[in-house]
């Protein structure tokens, strides 16, 4: 019988992608002045598809039938997972800090509980009914900064609103995600779905530029370019599949928690942002309703 792989051995492929991942918000924010949001958005797609294309050439045209077979599927993703997610993220962290979004996107696999549920008639046990009511409180607790009364007078922060819709967009990638089908590669796949958000991005992109929003093209901008371009997208999703593959889907998945965690260490010494009472408290009741959607009711 095999011996089970070292989790000590795997666990480079089960750090990097939350890492990179994380580097990616940090990265948005801090050239946030010098590249908008459309722009960096669109420019990273465009590196990723460069990079992806040799490698995603033959499986895109094996599986070109099957992409049209389950085309509502493909669009779907495209627009949710690439030509939204980040989009909304970008636009948001020009207004709200990297911290806020990160903690945001921390609450993910909760909200794909209560979607699915509400949209695909998946069936909450008690426990994810909790955990689901338990990390929105933490969430509400980020966005309203920990203070009650901008509820009453409706005060909350665009950039809070932008990642939060962002979140959104996700949850529905992921859903549809697991509908497709397994003998469409991956790799093809993923290069088809950069190919439709960047047909999405490019009228939105072509639209800031016509309204004269300054792109600043220093070293840093450059770098940060290349990085959201090269590392989140692709050595992070190479990875992830790896580690998949190694350990399994679920214990993949759970790294995935890392990400605020390595952001917000990340946030508060490259970016020097502060670490208030709310944000704790937003992360003890968003990590407290996850472990609660994990146990399982009894009988």
Request: proline share 5%; net charge positive.
């Given at each position: ?22 580097g ?6 801090a050239?946030?002045?010098?590249i908008?949001?459309?722009?960096l ?9 460069l ?42 962290l ?17 909200l ?8 695909y ?5 008690r426990?994810?009914?909790?955990g ?10 980020i ?15 665009p ?18 995600m697991?509908?497709m ?28 530029r ?17 990085y ?13 599949t ?10 993949a ?8 965690v ?31 959607s ?6």
């Amino acid at each position: 019988m095999p011996t089970p792989p070292s989790l000590l051995k795997n666990l480079p492929f089960l750090i990097t992608p939350p890492l990179l991942w994380a580097g990616n918000v940090i990265v948005a924010r801090a050239v946030r002045n010098d590249i908008p949001p459309l722009t960096l958005s669109f420019g990273r797609w465009v590196i990723s598809l460069l990079i992806l294309l040799p490698f995603a050439w033959a499986a895109m045209r094996r599986d070109r039938t099957l992409y049209r077979r389950h085309a509502k599927l493909v669009i779907g993703t495209s627009l949710t997972g690439i030509a939204a997610f980040n989009t909304l993220v970008y636009t948001g962290l020009h207004q709200t800090t990297s911290t806020n979004a990160l903690l945001l996107n921390s609450c993910i696999p909760v909200l794909i509980m209560l979607i699915g549920s509400l949209f695909y008639g998946q069936k909450l046990n008690r426990f994810q009914t909790a955990g689901l009511l338990l990390s929105l409180l933490g969430v509400l607790v980020i966005i309203l900064r920990g203070q009650a009364g901008n509820l009453w007078a409706l005060r909350f922060n665009p950039g809070d609103l932008w990642v939060s819709a962002a979140v959104v967009c996700w949850a529905f990638y992921t859903l549809w995600m697991r509908q497709m089908p397994a003998e469409i590669n991956r790799t093809g796949l993923t290069a088809v779905q950069i190919m439709l958000g960047l047909l999405v991005l490019l009228p939105l992109w072509l639209w800031e530029r016509a309204a004269g929003t300054p792109v600043y093209w220093n070293g840093n901008a450059l770098a940060g370019l290349a990085y959201v371009g090269i590392f989140p997208s692709v050595v992070a999703y190479l990875c992830y599949t790896a580690a998949i593959a190694r350990v399994g889907a679920v214990r993949a998945g759970l790294s995935i928690h890392l990400m605020p965690v390595f952001g917000t260490l990340l946030a508060v010494t490259l970016l020097g942002e502060s670490l208030h009472l709310y944000h704790l408290v937003g992360i003890a009741a968003i990590f407290g309703g996850i472990l609660l959607s994990n146990k399982r009711a009894a009988g």
